[in-house]
């Protein structure tokens, strides 16, 4: 069965602060993983994509990374705002089954002063 | 374009009464998707379709749940009858099919059931 686990499950870190979020997946056969962030009270919205022959990308402050051997994603969020608050959530993305995107359950990530 | 419309944002029903959530699909976007969202099981896949065919219903946790997609642009998600563990947020995405495609999300409907 197709699974995508996320760690922590929660986090806290104050504003300027670096941090990484992680993403273990086990979909076969692989077409992407993508990251996106979703604000309280609305929908996710996609941060970055990683297919399997990209191995780190970034968009601004967000730089993923994926290891397609290991089946491990990673988000790693530098310099840290309160807007960054959010839930952050790992999608991968099937071959074989047309569409269907398995999601991760996220981790909440919360930037203080 | 105004992004994928769902209706309504938020609803409030008495347990056993029918509820009907509503969702407009980008234009040009050939697959839809219904996901429901609680804090203690994330977001779950209930059903998708490709060019308006159910393709997977196997998230659809039971026979009060039914969808359609009668054309292109438009989608329900009807619970009859709603029962008080129907209460979360249940989320529409449309995306296209080919390539590095990327699903985009509705605001959203809070379902409570009291």
């Known amino acids: 069965k197709n699974q995508v686990e996320q760690s922590p499950q929660s986090l806290i870190i104050l504003e300027g602060k670096n941090c990484t979020l992680q993403?273990?997946?086990?979909?076969?056969?692989?077409?992407?993983l993508r990251w996106y962030k979703q604000d309280t009270g609305r929908g996710p919205v996609s941060l970055t994509i990683m297919t399997f022959s990209e191995n780190t990308k970034s968009n601004g402050r967000y730089t993923a990374t994926l290891d397609a051997d290991t089946k491990q994603s990673s988000l790693h969020i530098t310099a840290s705002q309160l807007s960054d608050s959010a839930s952050y959530i790992c999608?991968?993305?099937?071959?074989?089954?047309?569409?269907?995107?398995?999601f991760g359950t996220g981790t909440q990530l919360k930037v203080e002063l | 374009d105004a992004g994928v419309i769902q209706s309504p944002r938020h609803e409030v029903t008495e347990m056993g009464q029918e509820v009907t959530l509503r969702c407009k699909p980008i234009s040009g976007h050939n697959s839809l998707f219904w996901y429901r969202q609680t804090m203690m099981r994330g977001l779950e896949l209930l059903i998708y379709?490709?060019?308006?065919?159910?393709?997977?219903d196997s998230g659809m946790p039971e026979d009060r749940f039914s969808a359609k997609m009668p054309n292109a642009s438009f989608s329900t998600l009807k619970i009859q009858p709603s029962e008080p563990r129907d209460s979360a947020v249940y989320f529409c995405a449309s995306m296209t099919p080919q390539g590095r495609t990327e699903a985009f999300f509705g605001q959203g409907t809070r379902l409570t059931v009291v």
């Open positions: 999608v991968v993305r099937d071959e074989g089954g047309g569409n269907k995107l398995t």
């Open positions: 993403c273990n997946y086990t979909v076969s056969p692989f077409s992407n």
């Open positions: 379709f490709n060019n308006n065919v159910p393709i997977d």
